[in-house]
C-alpha cells in the first residue's frame, strides 16, 4: 500500500510540474501574441502614414527579430520543451513548496513525505517511516495536487490580445492599404520609400539605355490636380533645375554620358522613384575587307579593297565583304528595297557575297541587342554592262579587172577584241556552193 501510495505522490507531482509549463506556455503564448499583434500593428500604421527613413526602418525590423526571437524562445518555446521534460525541470520539493503555497493545510506534509523518503535508505526505523508516508500520504490523497495551478487566470490576458486582433481584422476589411503597404516597406528596409506626391511624375523615356560619349536626355511630365512650377533633377545628392517645355513637362540633358548614373525627380518638396541610365556602346566596326571577283570576260585582275566607298564595276562581278566588329550581337545588309538578310558570323566577324547584275544600293547594319541601337552604312554601285563589239569596214575595188576586192576595217570593245574572222558564202541561184570563215589577222589600229 505504502509503495502505491508513493508512486501516486510522485505522478501526482509529475502532473503538476507538467501543468505548471503549460501554464507558463499558454501565458506566455498569449503575452507574445499580444506584444508581436501591438508590434506590428503600430509600426506598419506608423509606416503607412510617416514614411520612415531606411535608419529608422532598419532599427524597427532589428528589433523585431532579436526581441521576437528572444521573447519566443523564452516565453514558449523553453517551457514546452520543459513540458516534455527537455533539460532541468522543477524538483518535487519545489513542486511541493509551490503546492503547499496553495493548499496551506498539506503544505508541511508534502516535505515531510519526500524528506522522509530520502531518509529511509540509511534509517534502521524503515517500517516506521514507511508507515508514517504511507499515512501522510493517506490524508492528502483526498487534495487535488493539480489544481493548485488554474489554467483559466490566463484570461487575464485576453483583454490585451482580442482588442488587438479585433483592430488588425479591421484594418484588413476596412483599409487594407494601411497594413499592406506599411508592412510590405518594413518588409523591405534598405530601400528608400518617398511619400506620395499630389502629382504623378511619368517618365518619357521608352528606354534608360545611353550609348557611351553622347548626350541622353531625360523628359518627365507632371499630371494631377496640383501641378509643380518647377522641377529639378538630383544627381548625387545635388539638383538641378530642369528646362521646362509645354504642357506641364520638364527635361535635362545628360552632356557626353561616360557611365552608369542613378537620379531621381524632385518637385515641390516630393520626390520620383529612382531611376538608372545604364550605359551602352554603339555597335562598332574596326575593320573590313572587301573582295572584287572580276568576271573573266573583261580581262581584270581580282583586288582587295580596304576601304567601304560607292563603286563602279563591270556586270557579273562578284563582291566578298568581312567585317571586324565590336559591341555587335548581329548584322544584316538588304540590296535595294528587298527584305534585310542576315550576316553568317564567326566570333566578331561577318561576312557575305553578292553578284552585281544591275544598279543597286546597299545598306550594312550593325545591331547591339542590349542596348537596343543599330548603326548603318549605306552605298552605291553602279554596274557597267558589257557592250557588243563594234566593227567598222571599208571595202576596195581593183578598177583594172573589177575581180579583186580590198577589204579593210577597225573593231572595237569595251574590253579587248581577242579573235576576228571574215565569213563569206558562194551562192549559185541563190543555192550556196561554198562556205568559209577565215581568221583576220589583227594589228593596232586595223584589222
Not at 503546492?99 to 519526500?114: A, M, Y
Amino acid at each position: 500500500m505504502s509503495a502505491n501510495n508513493y508512486e501516486w505522490l510522485i505522478s501526482s507531482l509529475d502532473a503538476f510540474i507538467r501543468k505548471y509549463y503549460a501554464n507558463k506556455v499558454i501565458r506566455g503564448t498569449l503575452v507574445f501574441l499580444s506584444c508581436l499583434l501591438a508590434y506590428v500593428l503600430v509600426m506598419s500604421v506608423g509606416e503607412y502614414f510617416l514614411y520612415l527613413p531606411v535608419a529608422a526602418r532598419l532599427t524597427i525590423v532589428s528589433l523585431f527579430v532579436v526581441l521576437g526571437l528572444g521573447s519566443l524562445v523564452a516565453w514558449v518555446a523553453i517551457p514546452l520543451a520543459k513540458m516534455a521534460r527537455l533539460g532541468s525541470v522543477i524538483s518535487h520539493e519545489q513542486a511541493a513548496e509551490i503546492i503547499g503555497n496553495h493548499f496551506t493545510e498539506i503544505s508541511d506534509k508534502l516535505l515531510n513525505i519526500l524528506q522522509l523518503k530520502n531518509q529511509t535508505s540509511n534509517n534502521s526505523s524503515r517500517e516506521l517511516a514507511e508507515a508514517s508516508i504511507n499515512q501522510k500520504i493517506s490524508e492528502i490523497r483526498v487534495v487535488p495536487i493539480t489544481s493548485a495551478i488554474d489554467l483559466s487566470k490566463n484570461r487575464k490576458y485576453l483583454p490585451y490580445l482580442l482588442p488587438l486582433l479585433l483592430i488588425g481584422i479591421f484594418l484588413l476589411v476596412a483599409a487594407p492599404n494601411v497594413f499592406r503597404e506599411g508592412s510590405s516597406r518594413l518588409l523591405q528596409p534598405t530601400k528608400a520609400f518617398e511619400k506620395p506626391a499630389p502629382f504623378n511624375f511619368i517618365l518619357k523615356n521608352t528606354s534608360l539605355n545611353a550609348i557611351r560619349n553622347t548626350d541622353f536626355i531625360v523628359k518627365v511630365e507632371m499630371t494631377g490636380n496640383l501641378l509643380p512650377a518647377e522641377a529639378f533633377i538630383e544627381i548625387n545628392d545635388e539638383k538641378v533645375p530642369m528646362q521646362p517645355l509645354e504642357n506641364h513637362c520638364f527635361q535635362y540633358a545628360f552632356k557626353n554620358i561616360t557611365a552608369t548614373t542613378q537620379f531621381r525627380i524632385y518637385a515641390a518638396g516630393f520626390y520620383s522613384v529612382g531611376y538608372t541610365i545604364k550605359v551602352v556602346q554603339r555597335p562598332v566596326l574596326k575593320a573590313f575587307k572587301v573582295q572584287i571577283n572580276y568576271p573573266a570576260y573583261t580581262g581584270r585582275k581580282n583586288e582587295v579593297r580596304n576601304s567601304l566607298s560607292d563603286m563602279t564595276l563591270p556586270v557579273g562581278t562578284s563582291v566578298s565583304w568581312a567585317f571586324v566588329t565590336e559591341h555587335t550581337d548581329a548584322a544584316t545588309i538588304h540590296f535595294g528595297a528587298g527584305a534585310p538578310l542576315n550576316l553568317p558570323a564567326d566570333a566578331a566577324t561577318f561576312s557575305y557575297q553578292y553578284r552585281f547584275m544591275n544598279d543597286t544600293a546597299y545598306t550594312i547594319t550593325l545591331n547591339n541587342k542590349e542596348a537596343a541601337v543599330t548603326d548603318s552604312y549605306r552605298y552605291q554601285v553602279q554596274v557597267i554592262p558589257d557592250q557588243y563589239p563594234v566593227v567598222q569596214i571599208q571595202q576596195q575595188r581593183d578598177t583594172v579587172t573589177g575581180k579583186q576586192i580590198l577589204i579593210t576595217g577597225t573593231a572595237g570593245d569595251d574590253y579587248a577584241i581577242t579573235r576576228v574572222t571574215f565569213n563569206y558564202e558562194i551562192t549559185d541561184n541563190n543555192k550556196p556552193i561554198d562556205k568559209k570563215s577565215i581568221p583576220l589577222k589583227i594589228t593596232p589600229g586595223a584589222v
